[in-house]
């Protein structure tokens, strides 16, 4: 249990749709992180917040926007879905007095068809 | 930047026999590097770190792993496997504030 909550856990869209998975942080932890993994594939970096800000990309399209509020919950958007969207979506909070380690949540399972 | 290669795909092992599963990193600059397993349709949960300090780090779960800085390498093993630990395991690599850096995982099955 690493106190990651993530909603919805399975979902399914049609090519085209937008898509908003939601994420509430560890308590006490001011950064999140977003990572989609596909199938068979590890995790790949989409972006992360800090005190609602992003402050690091990956190599992700602008169709893939995030926020982050107050309290550290955060937010991944997701606009004109893509089959290739199909994947699970993890998010993963830290705080700099966490040693440079971050804690997953369980997922958000995205199929796009 | 960094990048991460786990050499193996998978790796099937009998039960109570030791296993080894290799990851080597690249990076310009110093690394701390991560170990995570996933079990089936779960998210990923944190078996070990390494951040500074003693080389041969130890885990949850029984798993322990050795950075090697000259070989950049840090390779998870286990003296005797169980049934439970069939998952994905990922090594992971950042420098100090960057995102983590996943390898492709490495996949245990363990044969009773």
């Given at each position: 249990e690493t106190g990651v909550t993530q909603s919805p856990t399975h979902l399914i869209k049609t090519r085209g749709q937008q898509v908003t998975l939601r994420c509430s942080s560890q308590s006490g932890h001011n950064t999140v992180s977003w990572y989609q993994q596909a199938l068979g594939q590890g995790p790949q970096f989409i972006f992360q917040y800090y005190r609602e800000e992003e402050n690091g990309r990956g190599n992700?399209?602008?169709?893939?926007s995030g926020l982050q509020f107050p309290n550290y919950s955060s937010e991944l958007n997701v606009n004109a879905?893509?089959?290739?969207?199909s994947a699970l979506y993890l998010c993963a909070s830290s705080t700099?007095?966490?040693?440079?380690t971050i804690y997953f949540g369980e997922g958000s399972w995205l199929t796009v068809v | 930047a960094q990048s991460v290669t786990q050499l193996d795909s998978q790796v099937p092992v009998f039960e109570e026999a030791p296993v080894e599963l290799r990851c080597n990193y690249s990076s310009s600059v110093s690394v701390y590097l991560f170990w995570y397993v996933q079990y089936p349709n779960q998210g990923l949960q944190l078996l070990l770190k390494y951040?500074?300090?003693?080389t041969l780090v130890k885990g949850i779960n029984g798993f322990e792993a050795e950075f090697n800085k000259s070989q950049t390498s840090f390779h998870l093993r286990k003296p005797s496997v169980h049934i439970s630990d069939t998952a994905e395991y990922f090594c992971a690599v950042s420098a100090g504030n960057t995102p983590l850096v996943f390898g492709k995982g490495t996949r245990l099955s363990v044969i009773a």
């Open positions: 992700f399209p602008p169709r893939f879905l893509e089959l290739d969207d700099t007095s966490s040693g440079n | 951040l500074s300090g003693s």
